[in-house]
């Protein structure tokens, strides 16, 4: 079946530090790729996207490219920051044979970033 | 706010008693999901609706749970009998029809059993 394997965290990183949280999949479809992420007591909110191979998904600074090649889709911003502070989950959407695209999600990572 | 909603927000019962979860998604969307989400561990597929339909179930889906969609529009998680090991988050999620992207998911309901 699909999965989702992502880096373990928590990952704790200085204000503007680089970030990368690595993401790859397996999957019998052609999944749609996607990172979600939870702030602290809120709900999952999606917070990127790609549907094919090689598109770049992007928002609020962070970017990931769909690698059909290497199954991959990693999250990386530039400069984070302090209100970048949450769990990320990679996920994918593919056609489960009953009429659904589910969503399978990754374990999650936790980013701590410090002032 | 026309996001999805989910009630209670938090539930602690005893073992062996019956809780319900309500979720009532964004209206225009016709498909609705359950997933169950532990502590450290992503979010988990538990079962889908079409409308009224439920068209699919995980192994995850004991037959101690059930849910429902009687119109089409909200829908109840029963869990009968609680056990320990059900303490988690349920999460509602609600997608529009005919899109096979996004899923938009509420703010969960989190069950802790004692």
């Known amino acids: 079946g699909d999965s989702v394997t992502q880096m373990e965290g928590p990952v704790t990183l200085s204000e503007e530090a680089f970030l990368t949280i690595n993401c790859t999949y397996t999957?019998?479809?052609?999944?749609?790729l996607f990172w979600y992420v939870q702030y602290p007591g809120e709900g999952l909110q999606l917070l990127l996207k790609a549907t094919k191979a090689d598109d770049k998904g992007s928002n609020k600074g962070f970017e990931a490219t769909y690698r059909k090649e290497t199954t991959s889709f990693h999250l990386e911003k530039g400069s984070v920051q302090v209100s970048d502070s949450a769990v990320y989950f990679c996920a994918l959407s593919d056609y489960s044979g009953a009429g659904s695209y589910q969503l399978t999600f990754g374990k999650g990572t936790k980013l701590s970033v410090i002032p | 706010d026309t996001g999805v909603s989910q009630d209670p927000r938090h539930k602690i019962t005893k073992r062996g008693q019956n809780v319900t979860f309500r979720c009532d998604p964004i209206s225009e969307h016709n498909r609705l999901y359950w997933y169950r989400q532990t502590l450290g561990q992503g979010p988990e597929f538990l079962t889908y609706?079409?409308?009224?339909?439920?068209?699919?179930k995980s192994r995850l889906l004991s037959d101690r749970f059930s849910a429902e969609r009687p119109k089409g529009s909200f829908s109840t998680l029963e869990i009968q009998r609680t056990e320990q090991g059900d303490s988690a988050m349920y999460l509602c999620a609600s997608r529009p029809r005919g899109d096979t992207g996004e899923l938009f998911f509420g703010e969960g309901s989190r069950l802790t059993v004692l």
């Open positions: 609706f079409q409308n009224e339909a439920q068209l699919e």
């Open positions: 999957a019998t479809g052609y999944p749609s």
